[in-house]
Every structure is written in structure tokens, then in C-alpha cells.
């Protein structure tokens, strides 16, 4: 198909496959999967023999096109696509309708890739709720579609993996009795953010940070998400996981890894992942009567931004009002290693905030002796910022003399922005699937990182179950109960976004 914007076309070819999307009449489709795969065939890193074949039910492959094309254009208006461009594009497309739990629909899949002479690759993306990840390993694998003999066979699937230590580690074991370990992606889609994957650039590719990564120059790391936006239509999932599940355990720890890990041999899967999972058992065990301490909870209330009137959690559909969710969690946690001793690492991260930004401070302690404290702008600790989102990019906060004749200091950022002049940053999903297709596994959770972030949040766990209140915040404000005494130790305190 022909290009018609600008897209970078970096990347390794990747062969021809069968590209599968189980539950492919949802939302991750049309929104996510769908958008990414487009403009990965406009920029040649999706083979143009590949096939896109999406199992669902109670459509036809008629109304499933319809409903893409819409999403398309009501999603990702920035794809420019005419009728004709959209029609070249599902010519790639066909449908099996069928149940997941059905053997029928496994066999059918099975016919409609043998039917394609040119190639047996298959990458099968699990596209629905994480209770079926079992029954569809267990269809392919009885299909046959699981053995490699003809063609790669990866199954790619989506957090939560499980909701804690013991379901995980079930989960763990159901797939890999079904699969080979290296033959499922597990996804974190902040992983394969550009400006999450740069932090490895900045750290491993210069040689002025690394000497100064570490407890004799760093005081603390804060790794955050904030979010504007609400729990919007997931409140069903959502009142069963909370914050500390959805975004802590998940994308925020394993950011803390990036952060926290030992330069690897080779940027190879296992090599990464290996340094990572160090990170994670090193973290130390919080004791139940520390949570109180190194923990914030909180659910927002009912509030306004930007001049929207936000609706209190409990007033959210399908949310119980007696609901004592968090939407808000902040953990402290410490890594007992050489590297990290004595420095907190502080993810937190919330819904319903002023702004949606998502960064990772690396807070520098104070110089040893300050010349300039008498004057009216005492210097700060200096911080080094990757945004994540918006704006990705990295910037330094240091300390200049004020213009004039005194030495009144003042507050300098340097910016680097990650792309300059709106040049195009790739989408994580655009990412994930080139690597799931080149068969890269070093951006994806493998199954012990999963196991022991689960059992690292576990004591957390433990002790919130029990909890009858939870803290409230206004919506639209970042005035947070305990969040400020998360950060009362750390020099310079909370970064809030800005
Ligand atoms: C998802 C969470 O994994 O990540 C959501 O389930 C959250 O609750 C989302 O909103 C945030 O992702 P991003 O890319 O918008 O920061």
C-alpha cells in the first residue's frame, strides 16, 4: 500500500504471518491493534503478505469491517485513509466467527492458515479478558497451531496477569504446560513507550550518567503516572483491582527495573530480563506494620477540571457507594543492593488528577555545602526528568545566577525533547507487535518478573483487604492525603507535574 505521510521506517523486516486477534470484535481492536498494524504496513515493517484474520462472534465479516473503518476514522484521525486506501487495506482481512470455548473455532483457524500456501507464521494476539487465556492456549495447542514445525507460533497477552501471587503463578503454570515459555509475549504496553525504551539509550549509550547513578549522588526516584481521566467504561474490572494492581505492580515496576538495573551483557531478551528480575529481588519485603508507612491510598471524590464537573468514583456506574477502591496508590519501596542502598524508590500514580503526565524524577542530592543559601531564591536539588508522557522528552533542573549584579541563583531547565519538530514517535502497540513479529522478547514480562512483582505487592495486598475507609481527594486537584509525607525524607519533596 502506498504511503501517503512521512513515517519513519526504521526497524527489522519481519516475515510474512498470519496475524490472529482473538476477541477481535472489542475495543483494543478498532482502538489499538488495528491503527498500529496500518502504519506498520505503510512503513513496510508489516510484510504485505501478511493476513489479519480476527475471531469473533455474532457478526458478520461484513459488520466487523464496518464497525473497524469506524473506528478508525473516530480513533485515529491523524491515519489519513481514503475509501480506497481502506478497501486495499481489508482485502488483508478475514473472519472466523466462532466460541472461544468451541474446538470448532480452532479447528476452522487451523484450515484457514493451512489454506494459505505462502506461509504458517502466526502470531495469535489474545484480544479478551484474561480468564480466557487458558481456554484459547488450550484450543490452539489441541488444534495443532501451537507447534513451530511450519512457521513461528507466539501467543501474545495483555496485564492483569493474574490479580495476585497465587493467581499469577496459576496462570503461569496453565500457559506454560500449554506453551513454550518463549512463545508468549506477555505485553506491558509502557514498555514499549519510546521515551520508556530511551531511558535505556540515555542510561547505557553515554558515558555521564552511569557514574552518577547510584546512592552517592542520588537521593530518591520517583516514577509516576498521573491520569485525568476517570475509570471510564472498566468499572467492573476496576473495583477489583485498584490503582496499586492496574498500575503499580504492572507498568510502574517494571519502569523501576529499567531505572534500577545493572548494565546487561547484551541488549538481548534474556540479558535485560535477567538484570530486571535482580532489580525485583532485590526490592525489600515491606512488613505489614509498615504498610501504613510506606503506602498512600486514596478514591477521588466529586470535583471539576478544566471546568468539567467530575462525578465522585462511587458515583461511577457500576461502582458499589460503599466502594473503598483505591484510584490513587503511592508505595515507597527500597532495593537492598550496593547500588540502591538507602535510596526510596516512589512510584504512585492516580485517576481523576489536574493533568495527565508520567514521568521519572531522578532526584539529586543537595551539593554538600550551599555559598548561595542567604540569598531570597536558595538553589534546588538538581533533578533529572524523563517524561514519558506528554511531550516525551527528558530535561535537567540546575541552579544559574539570576541575571544582575548579585549571585541570587535561579532555576534552569534544560529541555531535550524526544522528537523534535512533531516528528512522528511511535505508539507502543506499533512497537510490541514489530517485536512480537521479530520475535524480541526483551520488552515483554516474563514469567518469573511477573511472579515477583506479584509477591512484592502481596503484604500491601494483605493489609488493604482488610480496610473499611479509604482517604478522599477532590477530582482535578493534587491535593492528596499522606502523599506529601510519602515524599517527607526525600530532598526537594513530591514533584508534582507541572
Ligand atoms: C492501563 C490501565 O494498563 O494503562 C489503565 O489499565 C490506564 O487504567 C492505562 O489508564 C494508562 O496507559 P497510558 O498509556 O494512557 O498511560
Known amino acids: 500500500m502506498e504511503s501517503n505521510n512521512a513515517a519513519q521506517c526504521l526497524g527489522e523486516a519481519t516475515e510474512p504471518t498470519n496475524i490472529v486477534i482473538l476477541g477481535a470484535g472489542g475495543d483494543l481492536t478498532k482502538r489499538k491493534l488495528i491503527p498500529a498494524l496500518l502504519k506498520m504496513l505503510r512503513c513496510g515493517l508489516l510484510h504485505a503478505d501478511s493476513k489479519i484474520i480476527g475471531v469473533l462472534k455474532g457478526r458478520t465479516q461484513e459488520q466487523w469491517l464496518t464497525g473497524l473503518h469506524k473506528g478508525m476514522q473516530e480513533y485515529s484521525p491523524e ?22 470455548q468451541e474446538e470448532r473455532t480452532y479447528t476452522d483457524l487451523a484450515a484457514a ?19 480466557w487465556y487458558t481456554t484459547i492456549a488450550a484450543g490452539l495447542d489441541k488444534a495443532g497451531l501451537s507447534d513451530q514445525s511450519e512457521g513461528f507460533r507466539r ?15 496459576q496462570l503461569n503454570n496453565e500457559l506454560q504446560s500449554l506453551l513454550d515459555e518463549s512463545q508468549i ?6 514498555l514499549g513507550k519510546e521515551s520508556v525504551q530511551n531511558l535505556l539509550v540515555y542510561r547505557f549509550a553515554n558515558s555521564i550518567l552511569e557514574p552518577l547513578w547510584n546512592r552517592n549522588f542520588i537521593d530518591h526516584v520517583q516514577i509516576s503516572a498521573a491520569e485525568s481521566i476517570g475509570i471510564e467504561y472498566r468499572a467492573n474490572y476496576y473495583e477489583k483491582s485498584g490503582a496499586l494492581r492496574d498500575m503499580i505492580q504492572s507498568h510502574l515496576m517494571q519502569v523501576m527495573t529499567l531505572v534500577a538495573m545493572e548494565p546487561p551483557v547484551e541488549f538481548t531478551a534474556d540479558a535485560v530480563r535477567d538484570e530486571k528480575i535482580k532489580v525485583l529481588r532485590a526490592v525489600r519485603p515491606i512488613k505489614p506494620e509498615s504498610v501504613s508507612q510506606q503506602t498512600v491510598a486514596a478514591q477521588y471524590g ?5 471546568e468539567e464537573a467530575i462525578k465522585a468514583y462511587v458515583a461511577e456506574d457500576d461502582v458499589s457507594a460503599e466502594s473503598v477502591t483505591e484510584t490513587l496508590a503511592g508505595v515507597r519501596f527500597h532495593i537492598d543492593n550496593w547500588r540502591w542502598q538507602g535510596v526510596p524508590f516512589i512510584l504512585w500514580t492516580g485517576k481523576r488528577l489536574p493533568q495527565r503526565v508520567s514521568e521519572i524524577v531522578i532526584r539529586f542530592r543537595k551539593p554538600p555545602f550551599n555559598l548561595f543559601d542567604t540569598h531570597a531564591n536558595p538553589p534546588t536539588a538538581n533533578s533529572l526528568v524523563f517524561r514519558v508522557h506528554p511531550d516525551e522528552g527528558i530535561s535537567l533542573r540546575m541552579n544559574a545566577k539570576m541575571p544582575g549584579l548579585t549571585t541570587d541563583t535561579q532555576r534552569m531547565v534544560m529541555r531535550a525533547p524526544y522528537a523534535e519538530n512533531g516528528e512522528d514517535v511511535s505508539d507502543a502497540y506499533e512497537v510490541l507487535l514489530h517485536d512480537v513479529l521479530t520475535g524480541d522478547a526483551t520488552l515483554f514480562s516474563r514469567a518469573d518478573e511477573v511472579e515477583q512483582s506479584w509477591s512484592i ?31 517527607a525524607d526525600c530532598v526537594g519533596g513530591w514533584h508534582k507535574p507541572s
Not at 491515519?79 to 472461544?100: C, P
Not at 509475549?185 to 509502557?190: A, G, L, S
Not at 466529586?302 to 478544566?306: D, L, R
Open 113 to 131: 492458515i493451512t489454506s494459505i500456501q505462502q506461509h504458517k507464521n502466526a502470531l495469535f494476539y489474545c484480544a479478551v479478558p484474561p480468564r
Open 155 to 169: 501467543v501474545v497477552i495483555e496485564k492483569p496477569f493474574g490479580m495476585d501471587i497465587d493467581s499469577a503463578r
Open 79 to 100: 491515519i489519513k485513509l481514503n475509501d480506497q486506501q481502506w478497501q486495499q487495506f481489508s482485502s488483508m482481512f478475514s473472519m472466523i466467527e466462532g466460541d472461544l
Open 185 to 190: 509475549y506477555r505485553i506491558d504496553h509502557y
Open 302 to 306: 466529586s470535583g471539576t477540571n478544566a
Open 457 to 487: 505487592i502481596e503484604p500491601i495486598l494483605n493489609e488493604w483487604q482488610h480496610r473499611i475507609s479509604v482517604n478522599r481527594y477532590r477530582a482535578g486537584t493534587w491535593e492528596i492525603p499522606g502523599m506529601e509525607d510519602l515524599f
